[in-house]
């Protein structure tokens, strides 16, 4: 089974860009739906993107407009997140599965998560 490690969190200020990056650390994206969920304080795990193997993408209200997500290899994954704003200041947990879904329940494995903090 895949494992993944997320990276490129940090402290940004409202209006300025991050980009984070999924890694397999075991296993391959090949044939798996990655995804990427946000949890803010206090707040339910929000779906943010997910990513096909063959390319299709589903994205969340949220981030919708802001966020792109793409595939950088069989065993990475990239979030890139323009104009973001305070209320994206949140953990952003990458996930892996084979559902290609909206749901936390569709992935059955998740990174340990990184937080992303937007400061005005």
């Known amino acids: 089974q895949v494992e993944v490690r997320e990276s490129g969190g940090g402290l940004v200020q409202a209006g300025e860009s991050l980009r984070l990056s999924c890694e397999a650390s075991?296993?391959?994206?090949?044939?798996?739906?990655v995804a990427w969920f946000r949890q803010a304080p206090g707040k339910e795990r929000e779906f943010v993107a997910v990513s096909w193997t063959d390319g299709d993408t589903i994205y969340g209200n949220s981030m919708r407009g802001r966020v792109t997500i793409s595939r950088v290899s069989d065993k990475a994954v990239n979030l890139q997140m323009n104009s973001l704003k305070l209320e994206d200041t949140a953990v952003y947990y990458c996930?892996?599965?084979?559902?290609?879904?909206?749901?936390?329940?569709?992935?059955?494995?998740w990174g340990l998560g990184i937080q992303v903090t937007v400061s005005s």
């Open positions: 075991r296993g391959s994206f090949w044939d798996v739906a």
């Open positions: 996930t892996a599965g084979h559902i290609f879904g909206v749901r936390a329940t569709d992935y059955p494995v």
